[in-house]
């Protein structure tokens, strides 16, 4: 079972590829995949936001 130290440190990590996803949205030759792109990045800031009011402590920088 997984620490709740454990836990934020993964939080971490999924919250650092939101910035290469937000970089990649921004290529105008991605043609159908940006689609993907942006739905990823809705997904991911909905997980985010789950993740903070289980570990409202949680911070991104953290």
Do not use: H, Y
Request: hydrophobic fraction near 45%; proline fraction near 3%; avoid cysteine.
């Amino acid at each position: 079972m997984s620490t709740p130290e454990s836990l934020k440190a993964r939080f971490v990590a999924i919250a650092s590829k939101r910035e290469l996803l937000v970089q990649l949205s921004l290529k105008d030759n991605l043609g159908s995949l940006s689609i993907d792109i942006i739905q990823a990045l809705e997904e991911l800031d909905d997980l985010l936001i789950e993740i903070r009011k289980v570990f409202p402590d949680w911070q991104e920088s953290a």
